[in-house]
């Protein structure tokens, strides 16, 4: 089975920073794709930015271009925030899309518990 763990989640002020981190284990043959998405109370979940593909592909929401940035070590993810807002606060969570053969497929997506970011003053 496979395990997905975020942690880094924490109260905040406007404008400060925070690292997210999701370290993925388990029986792990490859990964093809990781990425970060959040549910606002109330809101559906919502994409924050994937990594993918050797060099690393990036892909991030509009909201957050410029003040977050993915990246990949290994099987940890990373979402490091900067220039925090209100509207960022939601629960955060990581996927990851993983075969347990090395060569790949057949894909299945999993899911961490989630973290939670709040953004207030």
């Known amino acids: 089975q496979v395990q997905l763990v975020e942690s880094g989640g924490d109260l905040v002020q406007p404008g400060g920073s925070l690292r997210l981190s999701c370290a993925a284990s388990?029986?792990?043959?490859?990964?093809?794709?990781m990425g970060w998405y959040r549910q606002a109370a109330g809101k559906e979940r919502e994409l924050v930015a994937t990594i993918t593909g050797i060099p690393d592909t990036t892909n991030y929401a509009d909201s957050v271009k410029g003040r977050f940035t993915i990246s990949r070590n290994a099987n940890t993810l990373y979402l490091q925030m900067t220039d925090l807002k209100p509207e960022d606060t939601a629960v955060y969570y990581c996927?990851?899309?993983?075969?347990?053969?090395?060569?790949?497929?057949?894909?299945?997506?999993?899911w961490g518990q989630g973290t939670q970011v709040t953004v207030s003053s």
């Open positions: 996927n990851a899309r993983i075969s347990i053969y090395s060569f790949g497929g057949p894909w299945r997506d999993y």
């Open positions: 388990g029986r792990i043959g490859k990964i093809s794709l």
